[in-house]
């Protein structure tokens, strides 16, 4: 079927039919003379999306929020973040399945279905996130690198990561969609080993044989008090976990959007997608921060002292308090 075009205001509105290579119909919107090469495939975008979802978030600050709510509020936390999570996923999966757009973002979207202005500060907004974020992460990657291989500065690390960053969006987007999948698999055996380890832990499988159970939850408790005493302050803490669980999620869903400009068949694709990443929500965050309240006491100094780098991490701790290595 020839492909048919209607211009409208400087945009064209195009319909291809792609029977005969499976690809279903797609209706898109793209500026005049701008042509679409989609270079990603589905677990190219799969693990897009999965790689901003586990980062220091969930290795090193889950410690802090630990700290501050206790094991209680950090799964409890973390379970309805999940569930808000993927309830903003679904909704923007069926937007962007609508219009795989290039280029199409939360902004456009925002612009387009409620008003510029909207758009505008959504804009601004994620400008402003991610020029916080990535710092964030080059410096926090640096801090747990200096963990273990001290004597380095940390603006070393954090100037070879930057090019690399910088590099890898610079080349095509096969190129790019590789590497998202290459490094996100690092942390997804990482993740996966941790929360075995906690398992292991949990039957008393360590060098120690203590059967750890749920024992952190009855000592030093369940949940913690903040700032003040009593109910009032385990609902200030409750309130202040909630916060701190936000980071880990930070642009989980939005990777759907972006990337359903540049996926093949996007709209058998990012269904697919969508609902593997409920799975991935529940294994890697509700099964990740039930596994840190396992092996990690939400009362331990490395936590409660304000310490940054790999030592606050729970996971380190746990380690270490199991005897297993010098972690």
Not at 17 to 31: A, K, L, R
Not at 163 to 190: A, H
Not at 311 to 316: F, H, K, L
Request: aromatic share 12%.
């Amino acid at each position: 079927m020839s492909p048919s075009n209607e211009s409208k205001g400087g945009e064209k509105v195009r319909s291809e039919s792609h029977s005969d290579n499976g690809q279903e119909s797609i209706e898109c919107t793209e500026p005049r003379d701008l042509p679409i090469t989609r270079g990603l495939s589905s677990r190219h975008a799969q693990f897009i999306a999965l790689g901003g979802a586990i980062g220091t978030g969930l290795f090193v600050s889950s410690g802090r929020t630990l700290a501050t709510g206790g094991p209680a509020f950090l799964v409890g936390s973390y379970t309805f973040m999940s569930a808000l999570i993927y309830l903003v996923l679904v909704s923007v999966t069926e937007i962007s399945i609508h219009l795989p757009l290039p280029g199409g973002t939360m902004n456009y979207y925002g612009s387009r279905y409620v008003s510029r202005s909207l758009g505008f500060m959504m804009g601004w907004l994620y400008f402003y996130s991610f020029a916080i974020f990535v710092p964030f992460e080059l410096t926090s990657s640096a801090m747990v690198i200096n963990y273990w291989n001290p004597g380095v500065n940390n603006a070393v690390w954090i100037t070879i990561m930057l090019v690399l960053v910088i590099g890898l969006n610079m080349l095509p987007v096969r190129f790019y969609g590789e590497s998202e999948f290459w490094f996100p698999s690092i942390k997804v055996i990482l993740i996966v080993g941790l929360i075995i380890l906690s398992f292991v832990l949990f039957w008393g499988g360590g060098p120690s044989h203590q059967r750890l159970g749920f024992h952190y939850w009855k000592d030093p408790g369940a949940a913690n008090t903040y700032i003040l005493d009593g109910d009032a302050g385990r609902f200030v803490a409750l309130l202040a976990t909630l916060i701190s669980s936000v980071l880990p999620f930070t642009f989980s869903p939005e990777m759907i959007a972006v990337t359903a400009g540049e996926i093949q068949s996007p709209r058998k694709n990012l269904p697919r997608i969508a609902r593997n990443f409920f799975w991935r929500l529940v294994v890697f965050y509700i099964g990740g921060t039930l596994a840190i309240s396992v092996i990690c006491p939400s009362n331990a100094s490395a936590l409660t002292s304000g310490g940054t780098g790999a030592a606050s991490s729970p996971w380190v701790v746990g380690i270490r308090n199991a005897g297993n290595c010098r972690a």
